[in-house]
């Protein structure tokens, strides 16, 4: 079994452990020293607007916030709170699976900043975004 192989099972565990992320179903695709890549399952619960059926960017929000506390955690063993997270929207983003490619922008002793894009089934960039997250070691 490859090094990212192992990183992707571990990762998995770890991102599954919470009932929002679960709500979220998110499948690990990639997880490495360059960063990760998840996938978050599409539900019909994420329309903000029945008839237009985009997506509420509270979602999408939640979405890149949590891959990139994944790509601290990848590094770490362990996720991290939120600090403080930006988050650009590009692109409606309208039923279907949601990828994100996430990677640390600079890991600190008690502050980290990462990075996430967020795509939809087409490859289209849907939002971005870069957030500080406390790293400290838990006491």
């Known amino acids: 079994m490859s090094k990212e192989t192992t990183g992707i099972e571990k ?10 992320n679960k709500w979220l179903n998110f499948t690990v695709l990639k997880a490495g ?3 990760v890549e998840v996938r978050a399952a599409w539900r019909e619960e994420w329309v903000v607007h029945p008839e237009r059926r985009y997506t509420h960017g ?3 929000a939640a979405i890149i916030d949590v891959a ?3 790509a601290i955690a990848a590094t770490l063993g362990r996720p991290v709170p ?11 983003a309208m039923p279907g699976d949601l990828t994100a490619k996430a990677r640390v922008v600079r890991m600190g002793n008690q ?3 990462a990075e996430a894009s967020l795509y939809d089934q087409d ?3 849907i939002a971005s975004g870069r957030g500080t997250y406390f790293t400290a070691t838990p006491k």
Not at 11 to 20: A, C, D, E, H
């Open 82 to 92: 939120t600090i403080d997270i930006r988050v650009d929207y590009h692109k409606a």
């Open 58 to 60: 509270g979602i999408l």
């Open 68 to 70: 990139a506390d994944f």
């Open 111 to 113: 502050f980290s900043t």
């Open 11 to 20: 990762l998995q565990q770890l991102i599954s452990q919470g009932p929002f």
């Open 33 to 35: 020293e360059d960063g």
């Open 123 to 125: 490859g289209a960039l």
